[in-house]
């Protein structure tokens, strides 16, 4: 059986069990622990994610690749590849969000707006804790957390991104410049790919 048929079956079980877990939990910190859970189980297996499968583009950018989508856009599973010096700013998802590690590390951010929200276009960030997403472990999110994202390693790295919408249906989302204070709607994601093999 091929790796990709053998990928696919396991990502089917697993988004199984997910959905199960939000239907009997609902979105809380509690069920998006079980959600890691579920995909650190998923992402044991390394072979099923070759990174032959999940290349970087042409010109050495990152990519985001689509590995599972309900017909309704829930439930929504990437494969998310980064380059050295990757940088994704402070923002939200505005559904709730899970990373775990496959290939490599992702080094997250974590902060918390301290303003008060009352000037259109202003945000005031304060970092609270950081942590690196790798092989066997990952990070959950609720819809108004906010994190930011960078990767450093010389190979390029991969680790799933979960949402409970996907990504080319968030369109309230927000990102934040700390140095300038500010905050906009982050753009909606249209370039996402499927993977190959």
Known sequence: MSVKKLRDEAVSRALGNIRQIEEAMGVGYDSL????????????????????HFPVSDSGESVVYRLSEDDDHRFALYGSVGTSGKEVPPH???TWAVIVGVHGQEFNRFYERTDDRSVPGKAVLKETGDFVV???????????DIHSISTEDAESTLHLHMYGMALDHLHHRLVFDREAQSVSTMPIRNDIQDPLG
Do not use: Y
Request: proline residues 6%; neutral net charge.
């Open 92 to 94: 939200n998802h505005t």
């Open 33 to 52: 622990k079980k959600i890691r859970s579920e995909l650190n189980e998923l992402a044991s297996d390394q072979s099923l994610f070759p990174r032959a």
């Open 134 to 144: 790798t092989h066997g472990n990952g990070v959950v999110f609720m819809p108004d």
